[in-house]
């Protein structure tokens, strides 16, 4: 059925997805779609694109920008979800998805409280304050992705529709594997509220916060993914790192303070290569209050190991602040300006052995 609308490519593709009343695919051809809205798609839905296919962003306005920067002015331009997932079994695939220079309240795919979400082998470029985004979903898949120049994150389970209270609410069973991630302000991959995840084979690099960071996150792996590149954007306390395994009560909602959802335990760092960031593997706890360092006491990660990495030209190459029944062993550590730190104020049970350093 052909049909012309009055406005952007985000109402026919609205209609398409309304249409699949029973659930389908809807296939964008090779063409460049200007949206000027978020289209929203359901359960039982894909949508998947050709060769050429690009959707791109429109800009609502201008919003002051987070933490200014000489090169950066105070306000900068605002822009719009493009695809937004709101029921089970959904997937968007080969897609490149363009912020259109847009920076803030704008994401290119955004899932919450999906049940088996696909994001498979798109490219999103030129702005996107979080270029692929879920939260409170649960048997996700981000794979093959290339994630080039967002504002803030690349890939993330922390992210909401702009105005939404739905951010750092938890998702469980995520997996996010080789996808290029580049170019960020904040994190590259941030499985933040996650239980049950594994990050691998993964290449990030140019990053502003740590390139692959879990906060707070439970029962996961980071395994065999390649970190190099970062140069600190606003850093917490205790720098930032390829790899971080963090508590930052910021990260938390009210409802899961005081439970163990709100911890960073049982979690695996082995066989990644991080090189050329200002630590290597970072465990830590960073309090709300910078003055109230008990919190490093009683919230530290805890029951975690880190193995078999290979960490070359860092400041340090793996530093514990915070931290309990940890293990830190078997990893290959070159050119650090230290090896392996542990700051013994915030630590118990650290295990440390067989680490070669040259």
């Known amino acids: 059925m052909a049909f012309s609308t009055d406005g952007t490519a985000d109402e026919a593709f609205q209609y398409a997805f309304d249409d699949l009343t029973g659930g389908g695919t809807v296939v ?58 709101r029921g089970d079994n959904v997937a968007v695939t080969n897609v490149e998805f363009d912020a259109g220079g847009t920076q803030r309240g704008n994401q290119a795919v955004q899932a ?22 879920v939260t409170r979903c649960t048997n996700v898949s981000v794979v093959g992705n290339e994630v080039v120049d967002p504002n803030w994150y690349g890939i993330t389970t922390r992210g909401a529709p702009a105005g939404s209270d ?27 509220n996650t239980n049950g995840f594994l990050v691998t084979g993964n290449v990030v690099f140019d990053g502003g916060h740590s390139l692959i960071a879990c906060s707070p996150s439970q029962k996961g792996a980071i395994v065999g993914n390649v970190c190099r590149n970062l140069d600190e954007f606003a850093p917490d306390p205790g720098g930032e790192a390829g790899i971080e395994l963090e508590y930052k009560e910021t990260h938390l909602r009210d409802e899961v303070k005081g439970t163990q959802e709100a911890l960073t335990y049982d979690v695996t760092v082995s066989g990644n290569q ?30 975690f190991s880190v193995t078999g990495n290979t960490v070359s030209e860092t400041g340090t190459g793996i530093l514990v602040r915070s931290g309990a029944d940890g293990v830190v062993a078997t990893n290959t550590l070159r050119d650090n300006g230290t090896h392996v730190e542990e700051d013994d104020d915030y630590t118990t049970d650290i295990e440390r052995g067989l680490n070669v350093t040259r």
Do not use: W
């Open 112 to 133: 919450d409280g999906c049940r088996g979400v696909l994001i498979a082998n798109n490219r999103t470029v030129n702005g996107f304050q979080m270029a692929l985004s």
């Open 166 to 192: 739905k951010d750092l609410r938890q998702s469980r069973n995520v997996v996010i594997a080789r996808n290029r991630v580049s170019g960020m302000k904040f994190n590259n991959i941030a499985p933040y």
């Open 28 to 85: 964008a051809g090779a063409s460049t779609f200007q949206f000027g809205a978020p289209a929203t798609m359901g359960s039982d839905t894909t949508l998947t694109g050709v060769g050429g296919t690009r959707f791109v962003a429109s800009q609502t306005g201008t919003v002051e920008t987070v933490l200014p920067t000489e090169e950066q002015d105070a306000r900068v331009p605002a822009g719009h979800d493009i695809v937004r997932l």
């Open 274 to 303: 991080v090189d050329n960031c200002p630590v290597g593997v970072l465990v830590r706890t960073v309090p709300a209050d910078e003055g109230n360092q008990g919190a490093r006491e009683t919230k530290r990660p805890f029951g």
